[in-house]
């Protein structure tokens, strides 16, 4: 799923590029799906350069921020039983 949507993200990034000497930086923290051959090779093809963030630094990461949110507004719902959990994560997004 990530590495589809990063063709896509990449596939419009660069489709106007005419300049072929500017490079885009993919800047991506240190999940193990970040790391797999895949997105390298994306990287390449696009002449894309990878830069991870630090290890256990969440405070550089922006989504890390957004999870947190959305999980208090889930938590605060009090959700119990499954059938619960799409309708409280809709409400979460929604507050976010």
Not at 45 to 72: G, H, Q, T
Request: hydrophobic share 40%.
């Amino acid at each position: 799923m990530f590495t589809g949507w990063l063709r896509y993200l990449l596939e419009n990034l660069t489709k106007d590029n005419q300049d072929k000497t500017k490079r885009h930086l993919l800047i991506l923290d240190n999940a193990s799906i970040h790391k797999n051959g895949d997105i390298k090779k994306l990287a390449k093809d696009f002449n894309c350069r990878i830069m991870y963030l630090p290890a256990y630094s969440p405070d550089l990461n922006p989504i890390e921020k957004a999870w947190s949110v959305l999980k208090s507004k889930v938590k605060s719902i009090a959700v119990r039983f499954d059938k619960n959990i799409e309708e409280a994560l809709d409400l979460g997004l929604k507050a976010m």
